[in-house]
């Protein structure tokens, strides 16, 4: 009998686009916490709040004070990712591709490439580039982010791997000849 992880796999394979979220008991990784015990606590309580007012200034479209928000908190505490990570976004909105850029390649190179920042700045790095039509660095972040636990980044890797999807599709063909031979000799 195989467990349900054996056939969330299967699903995986004979699914390629299938949103990975909609498959229960494929990933059950812990969720990503960010390593912030190497800050002083005053100050990171202090960035995070400006962080906060920063994410609850881009919600309500007022980018100007988002910007202004995490860039106060990256003088504070410049060696930490998240507000770069933030910042990225609301410059991403404002249209300054080149900026958000980066500000996610400092928020990836400070977080070591692990933590939930990590994660996020390669997910966002990687729907930059796919946006500017580079398939190559988009897929190189989402396997990334993939590998970190993200089920966006997984698919869309899949997306952007034709030969993945391509192997998937002629297995799933195989294994269905293999179940079916009648119906296949049909055809």
Do not use: W
Request: proline letters at 3%.
């Amino acid at each position: 009998m195989a467990s349900a992880h054996d056939r969330a796999v299967l699903q995986a394979i004979f699914n390629p686009t299938t949103p990975f979220g909609d498959i229960p008991g494929l990933n059950q990784e812990e969720e990503l916490i960010d390593d912030d015990s190497g800050f002083d606590r005053e100050l990171l309580k202090q960035v995070k709040e400006l962080e906060m007012r920063g994410v609850s200034a881009a919600e309500t479209g007022d980018l100007q004070t988002a910007l202004q928000l995490f860039s106060q908190a990256i003088q504070i505490l410049p060696q930490r990712a998240s507000a770069y990570n933030n910042r990225a976004q609301a410059l991403r909105l404002k249209g300054d591709t080149a900026g958000a850029l980066g500000d996610l390649d400092q928020a990836i190179a400070l977080s070591g490439s692990t933590g939930r920042t990590a994660c996020q700045a390669l997910v966002q790095r990687g729907l930059l580039h796919r946006l500017a039509r580079q398939n190559d660095e988009a897929r190189a972040d989402f396997e990334k982010a993939a590998a970190l636990g993200s089920e966006f980044a997984r698919q869309q890797a899949v997306v952007l791997n034709p030969y993945a999807a391509l192997c998937n599709k002629m297995l799933s063909e195989v294994i269905n000849k293999m179940r079916n031979p009648e119906t296949s000799d049909m055809q």
